[in-house]
């Protein structure tokens, strides 16, 4: 997806470092320190504009937020969204969440959101799904002994192969939402600024799972 350059993101972005980090590496096991109080951390891969983050931050005041994203003008405006809210428990990364074990230690994060990633369609670029095995390894080295993941897409392919790739490495399924906004249970459903704009053309997916503890011994 081609995004279009905001001129001034470079300068709002260097106006807030307090809340917008560029280098994780140096951060790894020291995350709380971006935060005011020491509480469980959670962490969005993808976080788009910042809607979904804001917004169960907003809920969960008594959690730590971080949001993930790659694409510079993407997050600078996701960064409007967070300082506006004048929330404490966010804070944003501009980077590719690729390798999250390379800059959160072992056990960090208590819990892992990835909504409406790319579905990368053809099968010889299965490998980059953010649900494949070589990325749920990287999830099994940073998250806690149970910890969550909550997957959620429009995209009945990407689904289906989640499901798959979740049950073959031994996650719990904790909930399955063929239909999330149809749902009857009490469910939490924040949504995504894509989320909202799509959803009428058709379900939303959603699966929560976690890691066993003996799979992260």
Do not use: C
């Amino acid at each position: 997806m081609r995004v279009r350059n905001k001129p001034w993101a470079k300068d709002y972005v260097a106006e807030h470092t307090e809340r917008l980090v560029e280098e994780p590496e140096p951060l790894k096991g020291k995350w709380q320190s971006r935060f005011p109080k020491e509480q469980p951390l959670y962490v969005e891969i993808g976080t788009g504009k910042g809607q979904f983050i804001v917004e169960m931050a907003k809920a969960h005041p008594d959690r730590n937020f971080i949001g993930i994203e790659i694409q510079f003008s993407v997050i600078a405006a996701a960064l409007k969204k967070v300082v506006a809210s004048e929330l404490t428990n966010i804070q944003l990364v501009h980077t590719d969440g690729e390798a999250v074990n390379t800059f959160f230690a072992a056990g960090e994060i208590a819990g892992l959101y990835l909504n409406f990633s790319d579905p990368w369609p053809k099968s010889r670029h299965a490998k980059r799904r953010l649900t494949s095995p070589v990325f749920l390894a990287h999830y099994a080295d940073v998250l806690q002994p149970e910890g969550s993941i909550q997957f959620k897409t429009d995209n009945r392919g990407l689904f289906e192969y989640s499901l798959g790739s979740l049950n073959n490495f031994g996650l719990v399924f904790d909930g399955v939402w063929l239909d999330l906004h149809a749902a009857t249970d009490d469910v939490e459903d924040i949504q995504t600024e894509y989320e909202q704009k799509f959803s009428a053309k058709g379900p939303i997916y959603q699966v929560i799972a976690h890691f066993p503890t003996e799979t992260k011994d």
